[in-house]
């Protein structure tokens, strides 16, 4: 049974960082990355990373954010550096991997971020 679950979140001042984890078992993926959603907003991509590495940005989060994955364990991690929040990042975090036999796309249950002083 495929789980991902999300870590890392909290309250951080605007232009901090924080770094967010997911961890990915019980399958195989391709694409893995991380969804947000504001409130009263819908979800949004903000960085998708492949198996070989290639990512993609969101563009209003390039060059703030830094997605990476740990494929070497059979419990697949990704990751999302955040730098210099901005109070327009706060949000639910979900992380989202497809997977690489059936196509299907498995979501985690969300982390907030909240950019507050």
């Known amino acids: 049974q495929v789980q991902l679950v999300e870590s890392g979140g909290g309250l951080v001042q605007p232009g901090g960082s924080l770094r967010l984890s997911c961890a990915a078992s019980g399958g195989i993926f391709n694409i893995m990355g991380w969804y947000r959603q504001a409130p009263e907003k819908e979800r949004e991509l903000v960085a998708t990373v492949t198996r070989g590495g290639s990512t993609n940005y969101a563009d209003s989060v390039k060059g703030r954010f830094t997605i990476s994955r740990d494929n070497a364990k059979s419990t697949k991690t990704v990751y999302l550096q955040m730098s210099s929040l901005k109070p327009e990042d706060t949000a639910v975090y979900y992380c989202?991997?497809?997977?690489?036999?059936?196509?299907?796309?498995?979501w985690g249950k969300g982390i907030l971020v909240t950019v507050s002083s």
């Open positions: 989202n991997a497809n997977g690489r036999y059936n196509g299907m796309d498995y």
